[in-house]
Structures are given as structure tokens and as C-alpha cells.
């Protein structure tokens, strides 16, 4: 009994063992856009990353990360999964809802291009973009730019998403909006998730997920309060996780 509990266990590690590593995806002569890969030993999927507020999540060369945002404090949570896990990060300020948004802006949405195909080609696995916050406005706005005939991702899911996001009815993959229930962020409140849903046609693959518990701390818009799943970012991946491996 106790060499098939730790044969178990050496399976689990082998198949969820993680390594992080730094890439700089080149963009013309520009700086190039930073991500951080965590890849698992039998990936099945890819997600990802795009934060909230300016979008400059501070990657270091060494693979630590300088922000606290739900994402960063979820990364490792990915690899029990089967999914790679990249954290997308900006050289430059994409601004908030009282400075401006800037991520429709040619620019960046380039940028994410080039980082979609970046790993679609290195990995060979479907991709999936994910953004929070703000960062669900990079999901919706580049969802709606690409052309749907390329098949470069396989689904799009936003988080905390701000009332400016939408999508056009064009737009036919797998979409999940996940909310907390006492998000009191007043720029994101659970109506901009659900408008995301609903406005969608009944035949394509749309769903709400509502998480509750946690704990919020300081300002209701930042990483630590409800807005940012403090303290439920575990069942959070896992509902983000199961949508992704079921479609």
C-alpha cells in the first residue's frame, strides 16, 4: 500500500512539476514585451496572463515578479491542471478608468498578437487569453480585431471585468466572465460580467461563474480586495482551469 501511495505521488509531482522562465517577445525596434512562463511536464493548454491596472506586472530576469496582483499570486496554481501559465507584461503604462484606458491602441494589440503567436508556435497547444480588471478590456478588444479563420485561440475568459468591455457578435469562441459576488469596485461591477454573457448568442459556448468567501483589504478596485479574489484565487483558477479543459 505505502509504495503505491508514493508511487502516486512521484506520478503527481512528475506530471505537475513546474519551471518558470523569462522570454522578451521582440517587437520592431521597440522594447520588447516581457512574459514569464511557468510550463508544466504534460502541458494540454496554454493561458494567457493580462493584469489589471496599468498592466506593468515588473518581470524580472531571475522570473520573480515585482507586482501582487491575483495573477502573480495564482501562477503556480495553474500546473495542477495540465496548463502552462504565462504572465504578460507591458514596457509601457496602458493607464486605468481615471487616467484612460490605452489598450486598444494599435500598439499594444500587436504586441499581444505577437506574443499569441509567439506561443502558439513554441508550444503547439490551444491558447487561451485571460484577462482582470482593466486587463479584460486587452481580452475583449484584441477577441474582436483577429481574424476568427486563423484559429489562433481557443477561448477567451475575463475577470472582474470593467463596464467598457464587449465583445462583437462575431466573436464565436468559448467565453467564461468570472465575478466575485462582493465586488464593490465601482467600475466593475458583476453587470459588466454578465452583459458579456447574455449578450451572446444562446448556440455559442458562453458561461458566468460568482465566487464568494475571501477576505478584502484596503482600496475595493485593488488586487487585495474582493475585486481581486483575495483569498479564493484557488477556486478561482480551478473554475478558470475546468472551463478551459472541458472546451
Given at each position: 500500500?505505502?509504495s503505491?501511495?508514493?508511487l502516486?505521488?512521484?506520478?503527481w509531482f512528475?506530471n505537475t512539476f513546474?519551471v518558470?522562465?523569462?522570454f522578451?517577445?521582440?517587437?520592431?525596434?521597440?522594447?520588447p514585451t516581457r512574459?514569464?512562463?511557468i510550463?508544466v511536464?504534460?502541458?494540454r493548454?496554454v493561458v494567457?496572463l493580462f493584469?489589471g491596472g496599468?498592466?506593468?506586472?515588473g518581470?524580472?530576469?531571475?522570473?520573480?515578479?515585482r507586482?501582487?496582483?491575483t495573477?502573480?499570486?495564482s501562477?503556480d496554481?495553474?500546473?495542477?491542471?495540465?496548463?502552462?501559465?504565462?504572465?504578460v507584461?507591458?514596457p509601457?503604462d496602458?493607464?486605468?478608468?481615471?487616467r484612460?484606458?490605452?489598450?486598444?491602441r494599435?500598439d499594444h494589440?500587436?504586441?499581444?498578437?505577437?506574443?499569441?503567436?509567439?506561443?502558439k508556435?513554441?508550444?503547439?497547444l490551444p491558447i487561451?487569453?485571460f484577462g482582470h480588471s482593466?486587463?479584460?478590456?486587452?481580452?475583449t478588444?484584441?477577441?474582436?480585431?483577429?481574424d476568427q479563420t486563423?484559429?489562433?485561440?481557443?477561448g477567451?475568459?475575463?475577470?472582474?471585468?470593467?463596464r467598457?468591455?464587449?465583445?462583437?457578435d462575431?466573436?464565436t469562441l468559448?467565453?467564461l466572465?468570472?465575478?466575485?459576488?462582493?465586488?464593490a469596485c465601482?467600475?466593475?461591477?458583476?453587470?459588466?460580467?454578465a452583459?458579456?454573457?447574455d449578450?451572446r448568442?444562446?448556440?455559442?459556448?458562453?458561461?458566468?461563474e460568482l465566487?464568494e468567501?475571501?477576505?478584502?483589504?484596503?482600496?475595493?478596485?485593488?488586487?487585495?480586495?474582493y475585486?481581486?479574489?483575495?483569498?479564493t484565487?484557488?477556486?478561482?483558477v480551478?473554475?478558470a482551469?475546468?472551463?478551459?479543459?472541458?472546451?
Amino acid at each position: 500500500m505505502a509504495s503505491k501511495f508514493f508511487l502516486a505521488l512521484a506520478l503527481w509531482f512528475f506530471n505537475t512539476f513546474a519551471v518558470a522562465q523569462a522570454f522578451d517577445i521582440p517587437h520592431a525596434e521597440e522594447a520588447p514585451t516581457r512574459t514569464l512562463l511557468i510550463e508544466v511536464a504534460k502541458p494540454r493548454a496554454v493561458v494567457l496572463l493580462f493584469p489589471g491596472g496599468g498592466g506593468m506586472a515588473g518581470i524580472f530576469d531571475n522570473g520573480s515578479v515585482r507586482s501582487k496582483h491575483t495573477f502573480i499570486r495564482s501562477m503556480d496554481m495553474w500546473a495542477q491542471y495540465g496548463i502552462d501559465a504565462v504572465l504578460v507584461d507591458t514596457p509601457y503604462d496602458l493607464g486605468d478608468l481615471r487616467r484612460g484606458n490605452l489598450r486598444s491602441r494599435k500598439d499594444h494589440l500587436t504586441r499581444v498578437d505577437e506574443v499569441v503567436s509567439f506561443y502558439k508556435s513554441k508550444l503547439k497547444l490551444p491558447i487561451w487569453i485571460f484577462g482582470h480588471s482593466m486587463g479584460s478590456s486587452t481580452a475583449t478588444y484584441y477577441a474582436n480585431e483577429i481574424d476568427q479563420t486563423k484559429k489562433n485561440l481557443a477561448g477567451i475568459i475575463v475577470a472582474g471585468t470593467i463596464r467598457a468591455a464587449s465583445l462583437d457578435d462575431e466573436v464565436t469562441l468559448p467565453v467564461l466572465a468570472i465575478h466575485h459576488l462582493n465586488d464593490a469596485c465601482a467600475g466593475t461591477p458583476i453587470s459588466a460580467s454578465a452583459k458579456i454573457i447574455d449578450s451572446r448568442s444562446p448556440k455559442l459556448i458562453s458561461k458566468l461563474e460568482l465566487i464568494e468567501g475571501g477576505v478584502t483589504e484596503g482600496d475595493a478596485c485593488q488586487s487585495f480586495a474582493y475585486h481581486g479574489f483575495n483569498q479564493t484565487e484557488a477556486e478561482f483558477v480551478k473554475r478558470a482551469a475546468n472551463f478551459i479543459l472541458s472546451h
